[in-house]
């Protein structure tokens, strides 16, 4: 069911933007998604960590939290005084979490999941860099201090097909006919991105097919089953992390004349090293689930 959810509203914003792309519906509608279904996925990844180390004792939980923490303050360092390594850093580890989320129920048994996951979210962020190249390479231009004009994005999409492909004919059996329908879905993304600007493009593909699933899977991890009830539970949960997830950016926001320059630097970091614990967590509860 939740794959028809995601084709579904993958046409209707695709319907929505060719309407509304004369006015500036497309941004608000990007920001809310991202707002909401975005930030709300991972909200809840103390709660996440708490279940996993029920039995635990309370010293061996505040010393999780305690590193989740410093991972996050190392990372934010690391992307904000190395942009260029960070990015890439950045890059590698959200293109396995975005395939590990799309792949991870269909290739359990597979010796190969780590290299599907890995490229085939790659593959996803070099067709929506490759769309929307100019605007991609001005972004990221500004954000590392760095011209990356040169950077070879063909070749590296290229490569992510070829290398997808492989490793489908060599999983054949595993996937079965879902090969037609992830070529599907791979077509429907790139019409996506190819009919909207930069910003709905991520939101879209962010919130419909990475963070709404996402959801669903820790509401499955925490409480056994997915129904309205668990979903309000999951949201009262994740309540309190969202709230002060808004609170920071608005006061990045707030005090965007004070950090001058540095503001989308600073955003930037702030947002990478609230992401990267995060994606070691779910990769947690996802290889404890399979």
Not at 39 to 49: E, N, S, Y
Not at 51 to 78: E, G, N
Not at 255 to 273: A, L, N, Q, W
Request: glycine share 4%; hydrophobic share 55%; proline share 1%.
């Amino acid at each position: 069911m939740i794959s028809r959810l995601k084709v579904f509203f993958t046409i209707l914003i695709i319907s929505i933007y060719i309407v509304f792309s004369f006015s500036n519906l497309d941004v608000i509608l990007s920001a809310l998604l991202i707002l909401s279904f975005g930030l709300i996925h991972g909200a809840c990844d103390i709660t996440l960590i708490t279940t996993k180390l029920r039995k635990s004792s309370f010293q061996i939980k505040s010393k999780i939290i305690f590193l989740y923490v410093l991972l996050a303050f190392i990372s934010f360092f690391v992307v904000y005084k190395l942009p260029v390594i960070g990015f890439m850093i950045f890059l590698i580890i959200s293109s396995y979490h975005f395939g590990e989320q799309h792949f991870h129920l269909k290739l359990k048994k597979s010796k190969l999941k780590f290299w599907h996951f890995l490229f085939y979210g790659l593959l996803i962020f070099m067709i929506m860099i490759e769309i929307h190249r100019n605007i991609v390479l001005e972004v990221l231009n500004t954000l590392l201090n760095y011209n990356i004009g040169n950077f070879p994005t063909q070749i590296i999409l290229l490569v992510c097909i070829i290398i997808n492909f492989i490793l489908w004919m060599i999983d054949y059996n595993r996937l079965k006919l879902s090969v037609w329908k992830e070529l599907f879905y791979l077509m429907l993304i790139s019409v996506l991105f190819y009919t909207t600007n930069l910003i709905v493009s991520f939101a879209a593909y962010f919130v419909i097919w990475h963070s709404i699933p996402s959801i669903f899977d820790q509401i499955n991890y925490l409480y056994k089953e997915v129904s309205i009830k668990t979903a309000f539970l999951y949201l009262k949960k994740s309540g309190f992390y969202w709230a002060v997830s808004i609170s920071g950016l608005v006061f990045l926001v707030l005090y965007k004349e004070i950090m001058g320059d540095d503001f989308y630097r600073i955003t930037y970091s702030f947002v990478v090293s609230v992401t990267i614990p995060h994606m070691f967590v779910i990769n947690n509860i996802l290889s404890e689930s399979n």
